[in-house]
């Protein structure tokens, strides 16, 4: 998969390798990876447990750092940050979503999503402001005193993709978003991300087994035992999903375009 | 949403423990301030009714060894003196309770008012001690444990001298510290010699007022020498020294106070520790997510540690108001109850009040420390896996 | 059915670190209360021991101790030959005239402390069967000797055998050091009573008297008839009560000190209840996996009730063995501590923690757990299998 030159390339790895030590045995979660990813693009990585798929995806948005090669997302090389740079870079350019929401439960939607910006020098005023136009933008204006208990689960994973969004970040970064959410909740939270990637211009990048995400994404990279699948052997992985051997069978049906 | 919006959030979230906690840190504060509110009270007790102007003068044998009484005119013809009194003591045990309660001294009534000028007697009072030979001035506690009003007779049987002499109250000192009850020298004098005894030719204890605060230490070297050489040489002190060293046969006891504060406070930290470890791991997650998010080791850190500081602050305090609202209800009821006594010397003073804030304060730094370091320390893709 | 034993300690095991801490505050707060219950225990077993049940003690009437009393050679004579007396091998009846002051002795590192002086007679050492000389001798009259108490022994300076003390106004040879198994003449110095009457130019010869009767009917009758003789204005108590009355003073600290140990038990039963419902929480999944297994509420409740006391338990051990180290170790620093008595004289009480003391702390240490743990131990019963294996 080469992309054209002139887009500018929101993420580049280059022979990205993430190696761990369990007990004496090393770990190879990612072997030599390279690949890059434009600029306002929704891609998901796909792959079975273990696949090496939530590695990169640690590596992408700054949590992790490989052992070996270089990641480039936005134009920095993140694997030369120190933890508190990475840190502070975080905050200003990726906005993260996760399968089990991880709301804080004791605080409100408006105060979950206003929490990012708590990284931010804004007056009180500005970032209530800021938290409620980000919960208008996923929907949910009308909850903004309500705490996660009190929401249904296609509902906090909504609180959390305006936390996300919140601080304007170039970066969707989205683990699972919809493993925990029924079907229709699931493809809600799949369509307003794939509004977000066309109407503001962020780049999603998600992981996935759902092969529902298939037909929202402009691009599905296919990830086996640390090594990422290309020609025929990520048609088969696609096919794979296809006939439903995928982690949801009966979910997915009736794919869309998956390439661009 | 601020971040005292988020601490306070976090610790409403487990309101059971936070509540324990808070209780632990209030009563072990509470207990340090009682604890520290005795040497206290006694401090604060004798620099209220000391005067750094009174000097004592005593036997340099002891205090139960007396002195010639001709030395006190001796001493009022030093300068430098404003005035001096000889003081014997009676030992008089009031009638109803047939036991020493209080003690009762026979003093110079012709020079009451001029050693003690800083009881603020009213000088009418002072007057009719002069005159009336019966006449008896009583400190405002034991007025108040008795009920007795000036102008009323009362009888003490003496445990030293053979007799048992009656007494009208004539003044009172204004002042709720003090309980001794003073009687004419010259009444008592004059009964021994009635049941043909030899008279009082003695002092027990001299008090001497300084005109000038700079001259006390020369007029107790000029005190001392008058009876160097004599058979009764004396030792003068300060009248606050005078009391410290009732209070110095209390020291072993207040070195084991200040070991059994030393250990509470341990605990308040062992307590508060445990507080924080369990906060902390319980948040594992969230604190993973606040990183995730971009939270750096300094925010997570004082997010942390301002949690349990704040928490331990606040029930120090109130440890600190209870220990004030118990002491002070204790010296009204040992006002009221003679056998309370000790018990009413408790005084939370402000340097207690401050210890008290200042051990919670850093009873929360040093036990929210740890815990609070681990988890900003930890790397952010560790923690994450308890996220993801 | 119940749960193993081993159950609740394999729990405390596997979180070391909390229950050391946990069990570290059971452990600093029977330091501190044996530390306290044993000073004011020492303290009143010191005066307490000092009485002898056979004993009157005779003083002026209102007078609380012997050192605010009064008593002239008349008065003495008058009870000297009171019948029910009891007599020695040679017939004298066991009758101490006696005259305590309290002057100051020179301390090893210079101050100076109110140490009680007893004049007696050589009679003394029968009417009080308790006290014995176990270095050197007894005074004799008139010779400016002097035996100390062993608690006295090297506190002061000249207070040695062989040595010579300076207190009032002359000196005094140590022929001899006075025990009486912890009781507070051991914090006596004893020289004759008309030296000390004369040295002290006490217008009075005596301060108190101590006798012994023959029967207990004969101390009724004699304590009647002295209280009863208009002309010199004595009472007479038994020597026990007397002491037991000196010792009230102790009593209002040591519910002083009662009330601190409550205070601080609570404390650490709410230290001990928190990590205990922690523990709870942490654990929902197998405490619904013990229920659905079969496990009823009672053996739930039993389990954390076990492992609330044991904590408790191993606190009052390592807290029972530091403060035996520490009373030694204070014992040893203070040389006994000294607590000023009524009389303003120096009683150095010997520091010694009791057995009663350690059973009224391990008291306090099980209601430490035992209430500590109710509140975890009933959560985690009432908790319902299906809830607790779906919220884990």
């Given at each position: 998969?080469?992309?054209?030159?002139?887009?500018?390339?929101?993420?580049?790895?280059?022979?990205?390798?993430?190696?761990?030590?369990?007990?004496?045995?090393?770990?190879?979660?990612?072997?030599?990876?390279?690949?890059?990813?434009?600029?306002?693009?929704?891609?998901?990585?796909?792959?079975?447990?273990?696949?090496?798929?939530?590695?990169?995806?640690?590596?992408?948005?700054?949590?992790?750092?490989?052992?070996?090669?270089?990641?480039?997302?936005?134009?920095?090389?993140?694997?030369?940050?120190?933890?508190?740079?990475?840190?502070?870079?975080?905050?200003?350019?990726?906005?993260?979503?996760?399968?089990?929401?991880?709301?804080?439960?004791?605080?409100?939607?408006?105060?979950?999503?206003?929490?990012?910006?708590?990284?931010?020098?804004?007056?009180?005023?500005?970032?209530?402001?800021?938290?409620?136009?980000?919960?208008?933008?996923?929907?949910?204006?009308?909850?903004?005193?309500?705490?996660?208990?009190?929401?249904?689960?296609?509902?906090?994973?909504?609180?959390?993709?305006?936390?996300?969004?919140?601080?304007?970040p170039d970066l969707l970064i989205a683990d699972e978003p919809t493993?925990?959410?029924?079907?229709?909740?699931?493809?809600?939270?799949?369509?307003?991300?794939?509004?977000?990637?066309?109407?503001?211009?962020?780049?999603?990048?998600?992981?996935?087994?759902?092969?529902?995400?298939?037909?929202?994404?402009?691009?599905?990279?296919?990830?086996?035992?640390?090594?990422?699948?290309?020609?025929?052997?990520?048609?088969?992985?696609?096919?794979?999903?296809?006939?439903?051997?995928?982690?949801?069978?009966?979910?997915?049906?009736?794919?869309?375009?998956?390439?661009? | 949403?601020?971040?005292?919006?988020?601490?306070?959030?976090?610790?409403?979230?487990?309101?059971?423990?936070?509540?324990?906690?808070?209780?632990?840190?209030?009563?072990?504060?509470?207990?340090?301030?009682?604890?520290?509110?005795?040497?206290?009270?006694?401090?604060?007790?004798?620099?209220?009714?000391?005067?750094?102007?009174?000097?004592?003068?005593?036997?340099?044998?002891?205090?139960?060894?007396?002195?010639?009484?001709?030395?006190?005119?001796?001493?009022?013809?030093?300068?430098?003196?404003?005035?001096?009194?000889?003081?014997?003591?009676?030992?008089?045990?009031?009638?109803?309770?047939?036991?020493?309660?209080?003690?009762?001294?026979?003093?110079?009534?012709?020079?009451?008012?001029?050693?003690?000028p800083d009881y603020h007697i009213p000088p009418a009072e002072l007057?009719?001690?002069?005159?009336?030979?019966?006449?008896?001035?009583?400190?405002?506690?034991?007025?108040?444990?008795?009920?007795?009003?000036?102008?009323?007779?009362?009888?003490?049987?003496?445990?030293?001298?053979?007799?048992?002499?009656?007494?009208?109250?004539?003044?009172?000192?204004?002042?709720?510290?003090?309980?001794?009850?003073?009687?004419?020298?010259?009444?008592?004098?004059?009964?021994?010699?009635?049941?043909?005894?030899?008279?009082?030719?003695?002092?027990?204890?001299?008090?001497?007022?300084?005109?000038?605060?700079?001259?006390?230490?020369?007029?107790?070297?000029?005190?001392?020498?008058?009876?160097?050489?004599?058979?009764?040489?004396?030792?003068?002190?300060?009248?606050?020294?005078?009391?410290?060293?009732?209070?110095?046969?209390?020291?072993?006891?207040?070195?084991?106070?200040?070991?059994?504060?030393?250990?509470?406070?341990?605990?308040?930290?062992?307590?508060?520790?445990?507080?924080?470890?369990?906060?902390?791991?319980?948040?594992?997650?969230?604190?993973?997510?606040?990183?995730?998010?971009?939270?750096?080791?300094?925010?997570?850190?004082?997010?942390?540690?301002?949690?349990?500081?704040?928490?331990?602050?606040?029930?120090?305090?109130?440890?600190?108001?209870?220990?004030?609202?118990?002491?002070?209800?204790?010296?009204?009821?040992?006002?009221?109850?003679?056998?309370?006594?000790?018990?009413?010397?408790?005084?939370?003073?402000?340097?207690?009040?401050?210890?008290?804030?200042?051990?919670?304060?850093?009873?929360?730094?040093?036990?929210?420390?740890?815990?609070?370091?681990?988890?900003?320390?930890?790397?952010?893709?560790?923690?994450?896996?308890?996220?993801? | 059915?119940?749960?193993?034993?081993?159950?609740?300690?394999?729990?405390?095991?596997?979180?070391?670190?909390?229950?050391?801490?946990?069990?570290?505050?059971?452990?600093?707060?029977?330091?501190?209360?044996?530390?306290?219950?044993?000073?004011?225990?020492?303290?009143?077993?010191?005066?307490?021991?000092?009485?002898?049940?056979?004993?009157?003690?005779?003083?002026?009437?209102?007078?609380?101790?012997?050192?605010?009393?009064?008593?002239?050679?008349?008065?003495?004579?008058?009870?000297?030959?009171?019948?029910?007396?009891?007599?020695?091998?040679?017939?004298?009846?066991?009758?101490?005239?006696?005259?305590?002051?309290?002057?100051?002795?020179?301390?090893?590192?210079?101050?100076?402390?109110?140490?009680?002086?007893?004049?007696?007679?050589?009679?003394?050492?029968?009417?009080?069967?308790?006290?014995?000389?176990?270095?050197?001798?007894?005074?004799?009259?008139?010779?400016?000797?002097?035996?100390?108490?062993?608690?006295?022994?090297?506190?002061?300076?000249?207070?040695?055998?062989?040595?010579?003390?300076?207190?009032?106004?002359?000196?005094?040879?140590?022929?001899?050091?006075?025990?009486?198994?912890?009781?507070?003449?051991?914090?006596?110095?004893?020289?004759?009573?008309?030296?000390?009457?004369?040295?002290?130019?006490?217008?009075?010869?005596?301060?108190?008297?101590?006798?012994?009767?023959?029967?207990?009917?004969?101390?009724?009758?004699?304590?009647?008839?002295?209280?009863?003789?208009?002309?010199?204005?004595?009472?007479?108590?038994?020597?026990?009560?007397?002491?037991?009355?000196?010792?009230?003073?102790?009593?209002?600290?040591?519910?002083?000190?009662?009330?601190?140990?409550?205070?601080?038990?609570?404390?650490?039963?709410?230290?001990?209840?928190?990590?205990?419902?922690?523990?709870?929480?942490?654990?929902?999944?197998?405490?619904?996996?013990?229920?659905?297994?079969?496990?009823?509420?009672?053996?739930?409740?039993?389990?954390?009730?076990?492992?609330?006391?044991?904590?408790?338990?191993?606190?009052?051990?390592?807290?029972?063995?530091?403060?035996?180290?520490?009373?030694?170790?204070?014992?040893?620093?203070?040389?006994?501590?000294?607590?000023?008595?009524?009389?303003?004289?120096?009683?150095?009480?010997?520091?010694?923690?009791?057995?009663?003391?350690?059973?009224?702390?391990?008291?306090?240490a099980s209601a430490i757990g035992l209430l500590g743990g109710l509140?975890?131990?009933?959560?985690?019963?009432?908790?319902?299998?299906?809830?607790?294996?779906?919220?884990?």
């Open positions: 998969m080469v992309s054209p030159t002139d887009v500018p390339q929101s993420i580049v790895l280059r022979h990205v390798s993430r190696h761990y030590h369990r007990g004496a045995d090393e770990v190879r979660a990612l072997d030599d990876v390279s690949l890059s990813i434009p600029a306002g693009s929704f891609v998901a990585f796909m792959g079975p447990s273990g696949s090496g798929k939530s590695t990169l995806l640690n590596l992408v948005c700054g949590i992790d750092r490989p052992t070996a090669g270089e990641v480039i997302v936005a134009g920095q090389r993140l694997d030369v940050m120190s933890e508190d740079r990475l840190a502070r870079w975080r905050a200003r350019h990726v906005g993260l979503i996760f399968q089990f929401f991880n709301l804080i439960p004791v605080l409100s939607a408006r105060e979950n999503v206003a929490l990012p910006l708590l990284l931010v020098d804004l007056d009180r005023g500005e970032r209530r402001r800021r938290a409620e136009t980000a919960l208008r933008v996923v929907g949910l204006e009308g909850r903004a005193d309500h705490t996660p208990a009190m929401l249904s689960g296609g509902e906090q994973q909504r609180v959390a993709i305006a936390r996300a969004i919140v601080s304007d493993g925990d959410l029924d079907a229709k909740s699931a493809e809600e939270v799949l369509d307003l991300l794939r509004t977000l990637r066309r109407e503001l211009g962020k780049t999603v990048v998600m992981v996935t087994h759902d092969p529902r995400a298939l037909r929202f994404v402009d691009h599905a990279y296919h990830l086996d035992k640390g090594l990422l699948l290309e020609g025929h052997a990520a048609e088969r992985a696609r096919a794979a999903l296809d006939l439903g051997l995928g982690r949801e069978p009966g979910g997915g049906q009736g794919l869309g375009s998956a390439a661009p | 949403m601020t971040y005292l919006a988020l601490v306070r959030a976090n610790l409403r979230r487990n309101r059971l423990r936070t509540a324990l906690t808070g209780v632990a840190v209030a009563l072990a504060t509470l207990l340090v301030c009682l604890l520290l509110a005795m040497p206290a009270g006694l401090d604060a007790f004798v620099s209220r009714v000391a005067s750094n102007t009174r000097v004592s003068v005593i036997n340099r044998a002891g205090l139960v060894y007396s002195m010639p009484y001709s030395l006190v005119r001796k001493i009022r013809g030093l300068p430098g003196v404003a005035d001096a009194m000889a003081v014997v003591w009676y030992g008089g045990a009031y009638e109803e309770r047939g036991k020493l309660t209080f003690p009762s001294f026979a003093v110079e009534a012709d020079h009451f008012g001029g050693v003690y007057a009719a001690f002069r005159q009336y030979r019966d006449g008896a001035i009583v400190g405002r506690a034991t007025m108040r444990v008795y009920h007795w009003r000036i102008g009323q007779r009362v009888t003490l049987r003496s445990a030293i001298w053979p007799v048992d002499l009656d007494f009208r109250i004539v003044g009172e000192i204004p002042n709720a510290d003090l309980g001794a009850f003073y009687i004419s020298r010259e009444y008592l004098d004059q009964a021994l010699q009635a049941k043909g005894l030899p008279g009082l030719g003695i002092a027990g204890l001299i008090w001497v007022r300084v005109a000038q605060p700079e001259a006390v230490k020369s007029v107790m070297r000029m005190v001392d020498d008058l009876s160097r050489n004599s058979d009764a040489p004396t030792s003068s002190q300060t009248e606050k020294s005078f009391f410290s060293s009732f209070l110095a046969t209390l020291k072993d006891f207040m070195t084991i106070i200040m070991a059994v504060t030393a250990l509470v406070s341990l605990c308040i930290v062992f307590i508060a520790a445990n507080t924080a470890s369990l906060a902390v791991r319980e948040r594992s997650a969230e604190i993973a997510l606040m990183k995730a998010l971009g939270f750096g080791r300094r925010p997570i850190f004082s997010l942390l540690l301002v949690e349990t500081v704040l928490l331990c602050a606040l029930s120090g305090g109130a440890g600190v108001a209870l220990a004030v609202g118990i002491t002070t209800a204790l010296r009204v009821f040992a006002g009221r109850i003679p056998e309370l006594g000790p018990l009413g010397a408790f005084y939370v003073t402000g340097p207690v009040i401050a210890l008290g804030l200042g051990l919670a304060l850093l009873v929360g730094v040093v036990s929210g420390l740890a815990p609070a370091w681990g988890a900003a320390r930890r790397p952010v893709a560790e923690t994450m896996r308890e996220v993801f | 059915m119940a749960l193993p034993i081993s159950y609740p300690l394999r729990n405390l095991a596997a979180r070391p670190g909390r229950t050391l801490l946990t069990g570290g505050v059971v452990a600093l707060v029977v330091v501190a209360c044996t530390l306290f219950l044993g000073l004011i225990s020492s303290l009143k077993r010191t005066l307490v021991a000092s009485g002898d049940p056979m004993n009157l003690v005779v003083l002026r009437k209102g007078s609380t101790n012997d050192g605010a009393s009064q008593i002239d050679l008349d008065a003495y004579r008058s009870i000297r030959y009171l019948e029910g007396i009891a007599p020695d091998a040679t017939g004298r009846p066991l009758i101490s005239p006696e005259l305590v002051v309290q002057p100051f002795f020179r301390t090893l590192d210079g101050g100076r402390e109110n140490v009680l002086v007893r004049g007696v007679e050589p009679i003394a050492l029968d009417v009080h069967r308790g006290v014995r000389i176990v270095q050197g001798r007894m005074i004799r009259p008139s010779s400016g000797e002097a035996v100390v108490g062993r608690a006295v022994r090297g506190r002061y300076e000249g207070a040695l055998l062989g040595d010579t003390l300076l207190f009032g106004n002359g000196r005094w040879k140590v022929v001899g050091v006075l025990e009486a198994d912890g009781a507070s003449f051991e914090s006596e110095v004893w020289v004759d009573v008309r030296e000390l009457a004369r040295d002290a130019r006490r217008p009075y010869p005596y301060s108190g008297i101590r006798l012994r009767a023959a029967s207990e009917a004969d101390l009724v009758r004699l304590a009647d008839r002295i209280a009863a003789d208009p002309r010199y204005a004595l009472e007479a108590q038994r020597e026990i009560d007397y002491y037991e009355a000196q010792s009230e003073s102790a009593n209002v600290l040591y519910y002083f000190v009662v009330g601190i140990a409550i205070l601080a038990g609570l404390g650490a039963g709410f230290g001990a209840s928190n990590t205990l419902y922690a523990a709870v929480r942490s654990r929902t999944r197998e405490i619904g996996t013990l229920r659905a297994l079969g496990f009823s509420r009672g053996a739930i409740l039993l389990a954390f009730e076990t492992e609330a006391v044991v904590l408790a338990l191993g606190g009052f051990a390592l807290g029972a063995l530091l403060s035996l180290l520490a009373t030694a170790a204070l014992q040893a620093w203070l040389g006994g501590v000294a607590f000023g008595s009524t009389t303003f004289t120096t009683n150095v009480v010997t520091l010694r923690v009791s057995s009663g003391d350690l059973l009224a702390v391990l008291g306090l509140g975890p131990a009933w959560r985690a019963a009432r908790m319902r299998p299906i809830e607790a294996l779906r919220r884990a």
